[in-house]
């Protein structure tokens, strides 16, 4: 049996607080880590030690093997929790740990090995008998190769790289022209995400749900399964929101998939939590995609119908102590539905967005959690997963949950940079997914681009409220600053002369009239229709008011000339643009390529001199995971280039400039 006290958390955010909390629960002491960034987050001082690794950059702090081993040796902690992400499914951490006499919370270095290349690990589940989606996974990856082999698989096709995961290096193929630019695509997202550009190619299943199933294995020979979550809801194949049980999985379905999953973990010695990823067709068919080493994303959903602490039972299983239950004694109580709040533009297709949280609020209630690991006024950066944070609820029943979750949702804060909030309630609230009806397809087909904008735009009535709010609190800031009478807030020498403002959200302006009404009252015109507008005083954050007939409240906050508000179930930005000069939009076709967001380069295809076309790739931009290509804006010749490969860049910030001719 392995003895340690302490547990160091190689990982930040969400994660390392979640796995802090079981491990204190059990009476273990913890070690957080942190970067140059995460100095003052909330895992740093949680922990009852943390050790710094160093810059903000993964790879030199929290994929520094060397530094997270020397930083378990320097506290003292006996073990290492590797969370998920980062360094959580490398071999050589595991082994690195090993060596230096270290419990790595997990399976073997075998295991990861084995399980991290999807071309070995599919390999070995077809010598095991486990069903598996036809494809190719042999060791020739040239190009001639892979295209004669996308042929005889036929489309749709699927390009995924062999390492690695979280979507990176996958791309699906529709029409013959695009086999080759895919491979090459997927080749190179992966190799400069996970170091390595070997493919593998499967048929794509149409119409599939993605479906997996959580196993756990002790040292004794004990394995079982813990039923499975529905992680269909995806973009980029990333995943949005996760259920458990599946709409689409009856019990003598789960028996099976589970039995599949048991022999799988089985086939390759494998100890402690893990999941075996499914693809599961409309006809009830399902096939091995991968597994995950490690704990999922995902877990709570798993924790709150199961009632077991996933963590708990890793830390048992890594002492050497035999699983406290067997499969017999897994109960499945309820519904649980996570969605994964994230800083994403999802109306600019899911861009990570990064800055300084000015208001961040979790809801609370029955059957309600929030796994988080972020604090009002810390910055978001460029550097890590977009994940802010996991809502969470379980209920009775399926539709108990989605209507706790859908309110825990809008109950959610979140002022400062733009999130995916919005979209999540879209979906919750969506008829085809409260039916449960969805698969893979789910968000591209029930939110395509022109219905996601529309979605995602204020209403009349929400930027009329924006208008007041911005006036209401421009006047507050001058009363707190000069000690008027509140009756005086707004007065002018020509009471009833209405204030023109215009708000800018992105490139779309708007023009409002305001005009005081005295103590907190406004009249405001947009869009062709009036409204009166009143204001009570701010109670706890939030600012109460009454619309027409319908009272409500709002929170807000200023930065500068923008004003961040979350009302009537949305959050939108607005810039104050109303002394503004007019100019030509920023990157629309004048020539000057701008970064979209903050994030490193990972490729310069431009040179001064170089001829270019509308639409051609100029730069490659990296930032929280994802890999961006900028396109040139126009026809013409580059006249200079202002980065170079490896250096960071702040959003809208100039890469290149382009003159026409």
């Given at each position: 049996?392995?003895?340690?006290?302490?547990?160091?958390?190689a990982n930040?955010?969400?994660?390392?607080?979640r796995?802090?909390?079981?491990?204190k629960?059990?009476?273990?002491?913890?070690?957080?880590?942190?970067?140059d960034?995460?100095?003052?987050?909330?895992?740093?001082?949680?922990?009852?030690?943390?050790?710094?690794?160093g810059?903000?950059?993964?790879?030199?702090?929290?994929?520094?093997?060397d530094k997270?081993?020397?930083?378990?040796?320097?506290?003292g902690?006996?073990?290492?929790?590797?969370?998920?992400?980062?360094?959580a499914?490398?071999p050589?951490?595991?082994?690195?740990c090993?060596?230096?006499g270290?419990?790595?919370?997990?399976?073997?270095p075998a295991?990861?090995e084995?399980?991290?290349?999807k071309?070995?690990?599919?390999?070995?589940?077809?010598?095991?008998?486990?069903?598996?989606?036809?494809g190719?996974?042999?060791a020739?990856q040239?190009d001639?190769?892979?295209?004669?082999e996308?042929?005889?698989?036929?489309?749709?096709?699927?390009v995924?790289?062999a390492a690695?995961?979280?979507?990176?290096g996958?791309?699906?193929?529709?029409?013959?022209a695009?086999i080759?630019?895919?491979?090459?695509a997927?080749r190179?997202?992966?190799?400069n995400?996970?170091?390595?550009?070997?493919l593998?190619l499967?048929?794509?299943?149409?119409?599939?749900r993605h479906v997996?199933?959580q196993?756990?294995?002790?040292?004794?020979?004990?394995?079982?399964?813990?039923?499975?979550?529905?992680?269909?809801?995806?973009?980029?194949?990333?995943?949005?929101?996760?259920?458990?049980?599946s709409?689409?999985?009856d019990?003598?379905?789960r028996?099976?998939?589970?039995?599949?999953a048991i022999?799988?973990?089985?086939?390759?010695?494998?100890v402690?939590a893990?999941?075996?990823e499914?693809l599961?067709?409309?006809?009830g068919?399902f096939?091995?995609?991968e597994?995950?080493?490690?704990?999922?994303?995902?877990h709570?959903?798993?924790?709150?119908?199961?009632?077991?602490d996933?963590?708990?039972?890793?830390?048992?299983?890594?002492?050497?102590?035999?699983?406290?239950?067997?499969q017999?004694?897994?109960?499945w109580?309820?519904?649980?539905?996570?969605?994964?709040?994230?800083?994403?533009?999802?109306a600019?297709g899911?861009?990570?967005?990064?800055g300084r949280?000015?208001?961040?609020?979790?809801?609370?209630?029955e059957?309600v959690?929030v796994?988080?690991?972020?604090?009002t006024?810390?910055?978001v950066?460029p550097y890590?997963?977009?994940?802010?944070?996991?809502?969470?609820?379980?209920?009775?029943?399926?539709?108990?949950?989605?209507?706790?979750?859908?309110?825990?949702?809008?109950?959610?804060?979140l002022?400062?940079l733009v999130?995916?909030?919005?979209?999540?309630?879209h979906?919750?609230?969506?008829?085809?997914?409260?039916?449960?009806?969805?698969?893979?397809?789910?968000?591209?087909s029930?939110?395509?681009?022109?219905r996601l904008?529309?979605a995602l735009?204020?209403?009349p009535?929400q930027?009329?409220?924006?208008?007041?709010?911005?006036f209401?609190?421009?006047?507050?800031?001058?009363?707190?600053?000069t000690?008027?009478?509140?009756?005086?807030?707004?007065?002018?020498?020509?009471?009833?002369?209405p204030?023109?403002?215009?708000?800018?959200?992105?490139?779309t302006l708007?023009?409002?009239?305001?005009?005081?009404?005295?103590?907190?009252r406004?009249?405001v015109?947009?869009?062709?229709?009036t409204?009166?507008?009143?204001?009570a005083?701010v109670?706890?954050?939030?600012?109460?008011?009454v619309?027409?007939e319908?009272?409500?409240?709002?929170?807000f906050?200023?930065?500068?000339?923008?004003?961040?508000?979350d009302?009537?179930?949305?959050?939108?930005?607005?810039?104050?643009?109303?002394?503004?000069?007019?100019?030509?939009?920023?990157?629309?076709?004048?020539?000057r390529?701008?970064a979209?967001?903050?994030g490193?380069?990972l490729?310069?295809?431009?040179?001064s001199?170089?001829?270019v076309?509308?639409?051609?790739?100029?730069?490659?931009?990296?930032?929280?995971?994802m890999?961006?290509?900028?396109?040139?804006?126009m026809?013409?010749?580059?006249?200079?280039?202002?980065?170079?490969?490896?250096?960071?860049v702040?959003?809208?910030?100039?890469?290149?400039?382009?003159?026409?001719?």
């Amino acid at each position: 049996m392995a003895l340690f006290d302490k547990v160091l958390v190689a990982n930040r955010g969400e994660i390392a607080l979640r796995v802090m909390r079981s491990c204190k629960a059990l009476g273990y002491r913890t070690v957080a880590v942190y970067s140059d960034a995460d100095r003052d987050a909330p895992h740093a001082l949680s922990a009852d030690e943390a050790v710094h690794l160093g810059p903000s950059a993964a790879r030199e702090s929290y994929l520094a093997i060397d530094k997270v081993v020397a930083a378990a040796r320097a506290s003292g902690a006996g073990a290492i929790h590797p969370g998920y992400g980062f360094l959580a499914e490398n071999p050589a951490f595991a082994r690195a740990c090993e060596a230096a006499g270290i419990v790595f919370i997990g399976p073997s270095p075998a295991a990861i090995e084995l399980m991290g290349n999807k071309r070995q690990a599919k390999l070995r589940m077809i010598e095991a008998g486990v069903p598996c989606v036809p494809g190719y996974e042999g060791a020739d990856q040239s190009d001639e190769a892979l295209t004669r082999e996308a042929a005889r698989i036929g489309l749709p096709l699927m390009v995924k790289a062999a390492a690695g995961g979280g979507g990176r290096g996958m791309r699906l193929v529709t029409e013959p022209a695009g086999i080759l630019p895919a491979i090459h695509a997927a080749r190179s997202e992966a190799e400069n995400a996970f170091g390595s550009g070997e493919l593998i190619l499967e048929r794509a299943v149409v119409g599939a749900r993605h479906v997996e199933i959580q196993v756990f294995a002790d040292r004794h020979g004990h394995v079982l399964h813990l039923g499975e979550r529905d992680c269909s809801v995806q973009r980029r194949h990333q995943k949005v929101v996760e259920e458990s049980p599946s709409p689409a999985v009856d019990a003598p379905l789960r028996a099976r998939m589970g039995a599949v999953a048991i022999a799988a973990a089985r086939a390759i010695g494998y100890v402690g939590a893990g999941t075996i990823e499914l693809l599961l067709g409309a006809g009830g068919e399902f096939y091995f995609m991968e597994m995950n080493t490690r704990l999922q994303v995902e877990h709570p959903v798993t924790e709150l119908v199961t009632g077991l602490d996933l963590v708990a039972l890793q830390l048992q299983v890594a002492a050497g102590e035999p699983l406290p239950l067997s499969q017999q004694d897994v109960r499945w109580t309820g519904h649980a539905i996570e969605v994964r709040l994230c800083a994403e533009d999802a109306a600019a297709g899911f861009l990570p967005q990064t800055g300084r949280l000015l208001e961040w609020r979790v809801p609370a209630g029955e059957g309600v959690r929030v796994d988080h690991g972020v604090r009002t006024g810390q910055v978001v950066s460029p550097y890590y997963d977009s994940m802010l944070a996991k809502v969470i609820a379980h209920g009775p029943t399926r539709d108990a949950a989605r209507r706790r979750l859908l309110r825990a949702v809008r109950e959610t804060t979140l002022l400062g940079l733009v999130s995916n909030r919005d979209l999540l309630g879209h979906i919750l609230g969506d008829e085809a997914f409260a039916r449960g009806e969805y698969d893979t397809g789910f968000l591209p087909s029930r939110f395509g681009e022109a219905r996601l904008r529309e979605a995602l735009s204020p209403t009349p009535r929400q930027v009329a409220l924006a208008a007041a709010v911005l006036f209401h609190s421009d006047a507050l800031a001058l009363q707190q600053a000069t000690g008027l009478d509140a009756s005086l807030t707004g007065w002018n020498s020509a009471f009833d002369h209405p204030f023109s403002l215009r708000l800018a959200r992105g490139e779309t302006l708007h023009d409002v009239s305001v005009r005081p009404r005295g103590e907190g009252r406004y009249e405001v015109a947009s869009g062709g229709e009036t409204r009166e507008i009143w204001f009570a005083e701010v109670r706890d954050g939030a600012l109460p008011y009454v619309c027409g007939e319908v009272q409500a409240q709002a929170r807000f906050a200023r930065e500068g000339e923008r004003l961040w508000l979350d009302a009537e179930g949305a959050t939108h930005a607005f810039d104050d643009a109303t002394l503004r000069p007019p100019t030509v939009a920023a990157g629309g076709g004048d020539g000057r390529v701008l970064a979209p967001m903050d994030g490193k380069i990972l490729a310069v295809r431009a040179a001064s001199g170089q001829r270019v076309k509308r639409g051609e790739p100029l730069v490659v931009l990296e930032a929280m995971k994802m890999e961006l290509q900028v396109l040139a804006d126009m026809d013409g010749t580059v006249a200079e280039v202002g980065v170079t490969v490896g250096g960071q860049v702040r959003a809208r910030q100039v890469l290149v400039v382009v003159t026409p001719g």
